[in-house]
């Protein structure tokens, strides 16, 4: 089969597989910014058993590898009685991964604000998680857009991993067309074209956000 002919008739295959790793990682990384803010206030909050609470989720999540996790939640839990699709498992194991990181990125942002303008806001009779809404989040969230469009990137290059759990992602894509055209160099460098397709629509499209509120600031 010459270049042409696989490109024609296995691009639609790709671009399915694409779509689809996509959709988990969008739906990882929302996840993953719910569980991360919850972590972040956790790890800087002033009751202790919340804040360790908060510290051994990331500390246990940032110390074992993405592949274990993927493993312990999609072969795992089906052997204490919970049943679920590979989407949803890899929407959670990504999204769980995901959080733990960006607890740090999120306690980073944070801290990085001045500590006597929470200290203004409950003086004017704010409680924390209003002067949070009103005034921290608010200036937080510019400096935490950069690192976590990196860490959307790595998350998209990470669903390559969940395609152990036979996910029709790009990454089992490439699997499968490989397997059947004996075409291994051709199927993972389309693979490799798609995923750095992926990535960089993602940075400029962050790029540009990025320039609008400097602009509006």
């Known amino acids: 089969m010459d270049l042409a002919t696989f490109v024609v008739r296995y691009l639609p295959f790709f671009a399915k597989g694409a779509l689809i790793t996509v959709e988990v990682t969008l739906c990882g990384l929302l996840l993953g910014l719910v569980l991360g803010v919850i972590a972040a206030l956790m790890n800087i909050s002033t009751i202790g058993v919340l804040r360790a ?4 989720y990331t500390w246990a999540i940032r110390g074992t590898p993405l592949l274990v996790q993927i493993f312990i939640i999609y072969a795992g839990l089906p052997q204490v009685g919970v049943q679920l699709t590979a989407f949803v498992s890899g929407v959670i194991a990504l999204g769980i991964n995901s959080g733990a990181y960006i607890a740090e990125i999120v306690r980073a942002g944070i801290l990085s604000i001045d500590p006597g303008q929470m200290e203004a806001a409950e003086s004017l009779g704010m409680t924390y998680g209003l002067a949070m809404r009103r005034i921290i989040f ?6 935490l857009l950069p690192p976590i469009v990196n860490e959307f ?22 699997q499968q067309v490989s397997s059947s055209t004996l075409m291994p ?28 509120l400097e602009a509006r600031s």
């Open 185 to 212: 160099m051709q199927t993972y460098v389309m693979v490799a074209l798609f995923y750095l397709l992926m990535t960089t629509v993602i940075v400029f499209i962050s790029s540009r956000i990025e320039r609008r």
């Open 153 to 174: 990137v790595a998350l998209l290059k990470d669903s390559s991993l969940v395609s152990v759990m036979a996910l029709t992602e790009l990454m089992r894509v490439g």
């Open 53 to 56: 609470i908060g510290r051994l």
């Open 138 to 143: 608010p200036q937080a969230y510019r400096r």
